[in-house]
């Protein structure tokens, strides 16, 4: 079935003397229904029931995009309307795609997140039976397999997306150059995130199975340098990196690019203006002091303490008028994740930070010099 596309109309309000909330994502709403009526009608081996069940999809999306509670269940609540909400969503979708400049996206996105509240309601069982198992025994690793899920993709995203940056696929303009670093950045994220659920999972020591090894303390840096270097430039800072006498090393270079690669990209998360320097230090005959310092907002003493706790569900602490506001991560897993692994290296994380100028996370490992023989 390929809907026709039908022009937007306003659409009224289903009280008498109410506005709806979103009156274009309701005027997109009903072409989208409506697109999808026509198709059906002309449908010789369409189901009866067809009109009537788009009708109830039609009034829950309606009822979700002025922010009420969708009852679970209804008549859309089968395998028809599981498939006409399908239909729905794709002639949204290729509204999106045409690029209608009358058409913004924030409209969009506001339908297709009432779409997606009207499936959670018409599919309970699913939902109820995930929500189980996720509290069961088995939880742990139902949440892990969804994180290896993710991360295989994402990667691909970001091979993709830095394939086309550099041009290797053909020119690209510079409003083409800026989405696909939006699209590296939001992919790295995901992509770090994912490896932090996973490591978290399974201990935080996965990664230290392996022997020392001899590496190049240069090429880990320029590494790390080169993958947050989209972000950097999106946000319009300046990305540095210092490196200690001695190149080469033994140690794990998996473990420091995680964490390394973590406290840099949460310094550039929380940074708008200025820098942020990744730098490796001499200490000592073998050992090698790492730090990452960003000019962002700094964080406030009171909250330090909490830095390290995951799932502490605060993006930012709230400041009185005139100061700061100092953001966190909505999870804390990774700098969760880079003190275990620290620790694990027979190190300690510390921060310094000071509010208005910046914040410093710093730690010491033993990184013996690589012998020639």
């Not at 690029?99 to 699913?126: C, K, Q, S």
């Not at 989405?179 to 939001?186: K, V």
């Not at 210092?242 to 406290?263: A, E, I, K």
């Not at 005139?322 to 027979?346: D, K, Y």
Request: aromatic residues 4%; proline residues 7%.
């Amino acid at each position: 079935m390929r809907p026709t596309a039908i022009p937007l109309r306003p659409a009224p309000p289903t009280v008498k003397g109410e506005v709806p909330r979103a009156p274009q994502a309701v005027a997109l709403l009903r072409a989208a229904v409506d697109a999808v009526r026509a198709a059906v009608a002309r449908d010789a081996a369409a189901e009866v029931d067809a009109p009537a069940v788009l009708d109830a999809i039609f009034a829950a999306a309606q009822e979700a995009l002025r922010g009420g509670t969708l009852p679970r269940g209804g008549p859309a609540a089968t395998p028809l309307g599981h498939r006409l909400l399908q239909h729905v969503r794709g002639e949204v979708l290729r509204v999106w795609r045409a690029g209608d400049p009358a058409v913004e996206p924030a409209d969009i996105l506001t339908l297709l997140e009432a779409i997606f509240a009207v499936h959670r309601a018409i599919e309970p069982e699913d939902w109820e039976e995930f929500r189980r198992r996720l509290s069961g025994p088995d939880g742990l690793e139902l949440v892990v397999g969804v994180a290896h899920d993710l991360r295989s993709p994402l990667t691909s995203i970001l091979f993709l997306a830095e394939t086309l940056t550099h041009g290797r696929s053909g020119p690209v303009n510079e409003l083409q150059q800026r989405q696909l670093r939006l699209i590296y950045s939001a992919a790295l994220g995901l992509n770090s995130l994912a490896s932090d659920v996973i490591e978290l999972a399974r201990g935080g020591d996965r990664l230290l199975e392996t022997d020392p090894e001899p590496f190049s303390l240069a090429e880990l840096l320029e590494t790390i340098h080169d993958m947050v270097r989209p972000i950097a430039e999106e946000k319009g800072l300046e990305i540095r990196h210092r490196l200690p006498p001695s190149d080469r090393r033994v140690g794990r270079p998996l473990v420091l690019s995680r964490v390394l690669l973590n406290l840099t990209t949460t310094a550039l998360k929380f940074t708008d203006s200025g820098q942020v320097e990744i730098v490796g230090k001499a200490k000592g005959r073998t050992g090698v002091e790492f730090s990452v310092t960003d000019t962002g907002h700094g964080i406030a003493p009171d909250a330090l303490a909490e830095l390290y706790q995951p799932f502490q569900n605060r993006r930012q602490r709230r400041s009185r008028p005139g100061q700061h506001q100092f953001s966190f991560s909505g999870t804390g897993l990774g700098l969760a994740m880079c003190r275990r692994l620290v620790e694990a290296m027979g190190s300690e994380l510390k921060c310094e930070s000071e509010a208005g100028k910046g914040t410093r996370f710093y730690f010491t490992v033993e990184l013996p010099i690589e012998s020639r023989l």
